[in-house]
């Protein structure tokens, strides 16, 4: 397995730990004023994680069966270089995307969602729940994850290794989230307000456009060197 591979799964991992689901949810989760309920952490980011997995591992290996012919169609130079225009494309466009600002809508779907999980009636299983709806609501917009499912697909791994590899991935997903919730367990109220500027701008960014970038920018980079132009 190629580490230029790994690498740039990574990249696309930690791009997707910044989602609605990997983050924004668990901050706002996390800012409760309450006793911090670590197990419900480890439940929702879990639930997270499995979905992912699930969706991924089982994505790849249905396109086993046709995996000979898309390579074939896939490592032909009019494609890589069509790949490689596209993209160039997505990268200059990311620069292009005008900023929203979804504040007001964002703000009143996380708050139901948050109230409704820590409310003292709210089990195991009503933030698994909220956990399944998240990742089936954002899996067909994650264009890092989908990006990542691409690459695993088209490296013409064992069924084994395409497991292995969608778990590390799906376990760098939730990393970032695991460290707030350690430093929510350490410093207790103190990082609250860390929390909340994390939450206010994650809400305000557009983050489409940086996303879009990275991507473009790697999908561009995977062509070119397969077309062997910096050789």
Not at 58 to 72: E, K, M, N
Not at 85 to 97: C, I
Not at 125 to 130: D, F, K, S, V, Y
Request: aromatic share 10%; proline share 3%.
């Amino acid at each position: 397995m190629e580490f230029a591979l790994l690498g740039s799964l990574a990249v696309l991992a930690l791009i997707d730990s910044t989602s609605f689901g990997t983050l924004l949810i668990p901050a706002w989760l996390l800012m409760h004023p309450g006793r911090v309920r670590a197990a419900r952490m480890l439940v929702f980011l879990g639930t997270v994680a499995a979905f992912y997995f699930a969706v991924g591992v089982a994505v790849a290996l249905g396109a086993d069966a046709f995996l000979p012919q898309i390579s074939r169609l896939l490592d032909t130079r009019p494609v890589l270089w069509a790949q490689l225009v596209v993209g160039v494309a997505l990268f200059f466009w990311s620069f292009r995307l005008e900023r929203k600002n979804k504040t007001t809508a964002g703000s009143g779907r996380l708050l139901s969602w948050r109230d409704r999980a820590l409310a003292d009636g709210g089990g195991v299983a009503a933030l698994a729940g909220l956990a399944l709806t998240a990742g089936a609501a954002e899996v067909t917009t994650m264009l890092p994850y989908l990006a990542a499912i691409g690459m695993v697909t088209t490296a013409a791994l064992p069924a084994a290794h395409i497991a292995l590899v969608m778990a590390g991935y799906c376990l760098v997903m939730i990393i970032p989230a695991l460290v707030l919730l350690v430093a929510r367990l350490a410093a207790g109220q103190h990082v609250i307000p860390l929390l909340t500027r994390l939450s206010d701008w994650m809400v305000r960014s557009n983050a489409v456009a940086w996303i879009v970038g990275i991507v473009g920018f790697l999908l561009a980079r995977d062509a070119a060197f397969r077309l062997d132009l910096f050789s």
